[in-house]
């Protein structure tokens, strides 16, 4: 069994039952200690259906049998621009490593917002969420891989391939910012609440799996490289976007990133630097960045550059 079909059915148990023992859970599915701490991760961390309680996990997330205020939306078509570009990629990203950003983004304090409220109004409020969310990250040609309950996780650079993934994340990012405080005042205005949402981005490597016809991804990225953004996500303060190292070495120059200095950060030994997604950068291009880090002189170049000269005069 894949570990991706245990996760399946681990969830599923959990749901059914609402709080399952870990020493049961690896009897149960007959879990060696690495792949049940790759499930929790997985559940806790990056779906969030489920806490950890001391030996025990519980769940959290939306119950199958009821209307939750949590429940993601339901599916929303893949724009046709998009759609045409996925299907015409699709026999080149079936089963490749692909270099990737991974976003994710969640509302600040869901579960007090939600007990504020009346469940219909909160789903209300999040489906408008959801969609402000997935139309950011469609506009940079990203794609929404999951939603988590009360956010989204989003890819750059998969199943789309793009050399400046990391770039359209931030974009996305920034964008995402502007929008959500425009809907955090109409809330504030409209209802009295205070809505407020954090954002993570970390680039580095995953492995895509197929893509059915519908577009549906049968896949879900795992690993380091998601479960770092997901730490970044859970680092940042209200209404801000904190960036990792890996992500702000591909975006530097593009983007005002304030580098907060050394975090210690769940599954990473050392220290690593973390950023705060503030704006724009002054580098439009590859030039302007290398213009920025200083460029290299001409070294024996003397009789190319008359060359040039005596082509431009010419000309």
Same mark, same amino acid.
């Given at each position: ?118 469940? $219909? ?5 999040? @489906?408008?969420?959801? /969609?402000? =969310?997935?139309? &950011?990250?469609?506009?940079? #040609? ?94 940042? $303060? ?5 960036? @990792?190292?890996?992500? /702000?070495? =591909?975006?530097? &120059?593009?983007?005002?990133? #304030? ?57």
């Amino acid at each position: 069994m894949s570990v991706l079909e245990t996760i399946r059915q681990v969830r599923r148990h959990l749901e059914e039952n609402g709080r399952v023992s870990l020493r049961m859970l690896r009897r149960e599915f007959s879990l060696d200690d690495d792949t049940l701490a790759e499930v929790i991760e997985e559940l806790v961390d990056i779906q969030r259906v489920a806490r950890r309680e001391d030996n025990a996990l519980a769940w959290v997330g939306p119950l199958a049998a009821s209307v939750s205020p949590t429940a993601p939306p339901p599916p929303r078509e893949t724009p046709k621009h998009l759609a045409d570009k996925i299907r015409q990629s699709k026999a080149s990203v079936e089963g490749e490593r692909k270099q990737v950003t991974v976003l994710f983004a969640d509302v600040k304090g869901s579960m007090d917002l939600a007990e504020s409220l009346d469940p $219909e109004a909160f789903s209300k409020i999040m @489906s408008r969420f959801f /969609a402000i =969310l997935t139309e &950011g990250v469609e506009r940079f #040609e990203g794609f929404v891989d999951k939603f988590t309950g009360d956010g989204i996780m989003a890819l750059f650079g998969a199943p789309i391939a793009h050399e400046d993934h990391a770039q359209r994340a931030c974009y996305a990012a920034l964008h995402l910012k502007d929008e959500i405080a425009r809907y955090a005042t109409e809330l504030k205005r409209e209802h009295g609440l205070s809505f407020s949402t954090r954002m993570g981005l970390n680039s580095g490597e995953v492995v895509v799996g197929s893509i059915s016809e519908d577009l549906r991804m049968d896949y879900t990225a795992q690993g380091h490289t998601v479960g770092l953004a997901s730490r970044m996500e859970n680092l940042a $303060e209200p209404n801000t976007c904190f960036v @990792s190292a890996n992500t /702000a070495a =591909l975006a530097r &120059g593009y983007f005002d990133l #304030e580098d907060l200095g050394e975090f210690r950060v769940k599954g990473v030994a050392n220290p690593m630097h973390v950023y705060r997604l503030n704006g724009m950068g002054t580098s439009r291009n590859r030039f302007d960045v290398s213009r920025s880090r200083g460029l290299s002189r001409f070294v024996g170049r003397a009789s190319d550059l008359r060359t040039l000269e005596d082509a431009l005069e010419q000309t």
